[in-house]
T-cell receptor, first 116, second 114 residues
């Protein structure tokens, strides 16, 4: 299947700083990418749908000024957690696919963010 | 409001036996269902899916059953192998909707004992 790569796999940052997470489609172009968040022992929650060349679509309850998404090219979407706080600590996962359907997307390996 | 529920947080089975993982949903608009396998610190890997027009889909050791009237689906793994030990998520989608957004259950941790 298609390869989706996420970087970094884990990051520790101080409260108040910003962290950028990259999601790349390695062998295909993705006009749509999806960003999820997983809390401990909880399900994956869709945060936003990232659209190349346009603004991301955020799910209800997700602060768009807190979680900045930029999909500047067909192979790269970035999620920036701004002014991070300990409650932002979580596992963040992206997915992307050829068709733009979430059901046909492949997941990256995820990023473990710890804010201290 | 948890639209997709996996009520068993964990399941332990003996190698060679059948593993049955269950999932319930509440939204009757869901028309496509998927199962994913996830190891710690990794992203989910797609296992098998089923459309609402079917009641069974089989792929090797994995079979998914869908009971629409009960809004229930299950994943059967037979025979179970130690390498199947992981967290299994069911997910549902209203594919007729924009992008087919996935709604995930909470996951069930399967342990297959040698």
């Amino acid at each position: 299947g298609a390869v989706v790569s996420q970087h970094p796999s884990r990051v520790i940052c101080k409260s108040g700083t910003s962290v950028k997470i990259e999601c790349r489609s390695l062998d295909f172009q993705a006009t749509t990418m999806f960003w999820y968040r997983q809390f401990p022992k909880k399900s994956l929650m869709l945060m936003a749908t990232s659209n190349e060349g346009s603004k991301a679509t955020y799910e209800q309850g997700v602060e768009k000024d807190k979680f900045l998404i930029n999909h500047a090219s067909l192979t790269l979407s970035t999620l920036t957690v701004t002014s991070a706080h300990p409650e932002d600590s979580s596992f963040y996962i992206c997915s992307a696919g050829l068709t733009g359907w979430a059901t046909e997307a492949f997941f990256g390996q995820g990023t473990r963010l710890t804010v201290v | 409001d948890q639209q997709v529920k996996q009520n068993s947080p964990s399941l332990s089975v003996q190698e060679g036996r059948i593993s049955i993982l269950n999932c319930d949903y509440t939204n009757s608009m869901f028309d496509y269902f998927l199962w994913y396998k996830k190891y710690p610190a990794e992203g989910p890997t797609f296992l098998i899916s089923i459309s609402s027009i079917k009641d069974k889909n089989e792929d090797g050791r994995f079979t998914v059953f869908l009971n629409k009237s009960a809004k229930h689906l299950s994943l059967h793994i037979v025979p179970s192998q130690p390498g199947d030990s992981a967290v299994y998520f069911c997910a549902a989608s209203a594919k007729s909707g924009n992008t087919g957004k996935l709604i995930f259950g909470q996951g069930t941790t399967l342990q297959v004992k040698p």
